[in-house]
């Protein structure tokens, strides 16, 4: 099994709101990312979780805020956000961060905010 | 600094044909690995192929393959018989490997693949 699953598939949140993204696997991966993609562009990396710690934070602003409760689960909090945050976000896993360690990925949450 | 190039934006193929998706990388660490994926309309990235920089042979996996090319530091995915469910966005990327390690994906921009019936 190489699922990674996602929740909510799409969100519209107003500026004022609070949501949360949640990302779930269950193949006993040890690191897990956020990545932040917009139209047909390529994702970007947001955050980084190694062994359920915040290991890299690609200068992402506040207003988003990666918790990690146990090494299945991964959420995205987010809060205020403005309209150029809508974008499509996905979570994805891997065993660790070898080189030879493929990632893989959710099928994403599609977030607009108005 | 560790970057992948994918020239071209946009390709299209007719049914049963193959066609190759062009990569070209560049990285100081000698180990590394390189991956494919796939990413339809619908918005899931899926994992195609894997090369590891040290890796004598090319990677194939059923209808894909991978043309790796370390000292053109190349590594072009080879999509044999096209099949209609191939017309999808492609990305090519890798990790390095070495003390700077850190797990990221460092992603090309992506080549849109079309398959014309």
């Known amino acids: 099994d190489t699922e990674v699953t996602q929740t909510p598939k799409h969100l519209v949140m107003g500026m004022t709101n609070k949501k949360s993204l949640k990302c779930e696997q269950h193949?006993?991966?040890?690191?897990m990312y956020w990545y932040k993609q917009k139209a047909k562009k390529p994702p970007e990396l947001m955050f980084v979780y190694s062994y359920e710690k915040l290991s890299i934070n690609e200068s992402v602003p506040s207003r988003f805020s990666p918790e990690c409760p146990n090494s299945s689960l991964l959420n995205l909090h987010l809060h205020a956000l403005q309209p150029e945050d809508s974008a499509l976000y996905l979570c994805a896993s891997s065993r660790g961060h070898s080189s030879s360690y493929e990632q893989y990925f959710g099928p994403g949450t599609r977030l607009t905010v108005t | 600094a560790q970057k992948i190039t994918q020239t071209q934006p946009g390709m299209f193929v007719q049914e049963k044909e193959a066609v190759t998706l062009d990569c070209t990388y560049d990285?100081?660490?000698?180990?590394?690995?390189l991956f494919w994926y796939k990413q339809p309309s619908s918005g899931e990235m899926i994992f195609l192929i894997y090369q590891g920089s040290y890796d004598q042979q090319n990677a194939t996996e059923g209808r894909y393959s991978l043309n790796f090319q370390k000292a053109r530091k190349s590594a072009n995915l080879v999509i044999s018989a096209s099949q209609l469910g191939d017309s999808a966005m492609y990305f090519c990327a890798m990790r390095e490997g070495g003390s700077s390690n850190t797990g990221k994906l460092i992603f090309g921009q992506g080549t849109t693949l079309q398959v014309k019936p």
């Open positions: 990285t100081s660490d000698p180990s590394y690995g």
């Open positions: 193949m006993g991966h040890r690191a």
